[in-house]
């Protein structure tokens, strides 16, 4: 470990500086301490991680099986919202939550749109 901060000049972490625990790893495993800063090795890390869980659930699982749940309540909150005392038809309902729901996007689109134009 080092004493001070790393000064500006020294962005990369070089294999002297590697933890007691990765030490204790290359000991029984044969890991490559790689130069790359650590912010980008944990995101490109997390990266395939997260790629091979999903592709692991996706060999799994039905895709519209496992979200059914989550997308019939998130239509459902469009359908409170248009009708929560339950008056309509449930033909009528479901229209009229088919159109909230694309005003909601169609606004969180528009927004987006005008944020991205926006200075930083």
């Not at 790893?25 to 790359?36: E, F, I, N, P």
């Not at 895709?63 to 909150?77: I, P, S, V, W, Y």
């Given at each position: 470990m080092?004493?001070?901060p ?8 070089s ?27 944990n ?78």
């Amino acid at each position: 470990m080092r004493s001070s901060p790393p000064a500006a000049s020294d962005q990369y972490e070089s294999a002297a500086v590697v933890s007691s625990e990765l030490r204790t790893l290359r000991r029984t495993w044969r890991v490559t301490v790689t130069t790359k800063p650590a912010s980008q090795s944990n995101s490109a890390e997390r990266s395939l991680r997260a790629r091979l869980a999903a592709h692991t659930l996706h060999s799994q699982v039905d895709g519209k099986q496992h979200t059914a749940a989550a997308r019939a309540g998130f239509l459902r909150r469009f359908e409170d919202l248009v009708d929560s005392d339950r008056i309509l038809s449930a033909g009528e309902r479901e229209r009229r939550a088919r159109h909230a729901l694309k005003a909601h996007m169609t606004g969180l689109a528009l927004r987006s749109a005008q944020a991205r134009r926006s200075p930083k």
